[in-house]
């Protein structure tokens, strides 16, 4: 049941990690990875749907190790994209 509940949470709100990641740095810039990454979670569970709203703080500790992976991920993917970018302008 447990594992059920973590990838039905993962599976919602997954998609939101990259644009989270993204803002926070768009936000504050380079440095700070601590600040972004709760920045990025901030921006994630400001996307709850209403009735979840109320439960932020109880899914902000529950699910915290998810969110760091989740915003681990995004931070990879965001680098391999800007490097990506960075590789074609130049060659």
């Known amino acids: 049941m447990k594992n ?5 949470v993962k599976d919602l709100l997954s998609p939101l990690a990259l644009p989270a990641v993204i803002y926070a ?3 504050i810039g380079k440095g700070f990875g601590e600040t972004k990454k709760q920045i990025a979670i ?3 569970l400001g996307k709850l749907p209403l009735f ?3 439960f ?3 899914i902000r500790k529950v699910f915290s ?9 995004s931070v990879k993917k ?4 800007q490097e990506d970018l960075f590789n074609n302008v130049v060659h």
């Open 56 to 58: 932020k703080t109880v």
């Open 25 to 27: 740095e768009n936000l």
């Open 65 to 73: 190790e998810l969110f760091d992976c989740m915003i681990e991920a």
């Open 78 to 81: 965001l680098h391999s994209i």
């Open 42 to 44: 901030d921006f994630i």
């Open 52 to 54: 979840l709203i109320p």
């Open 4 to 8: 059920k509940i973590i990838k039905k």
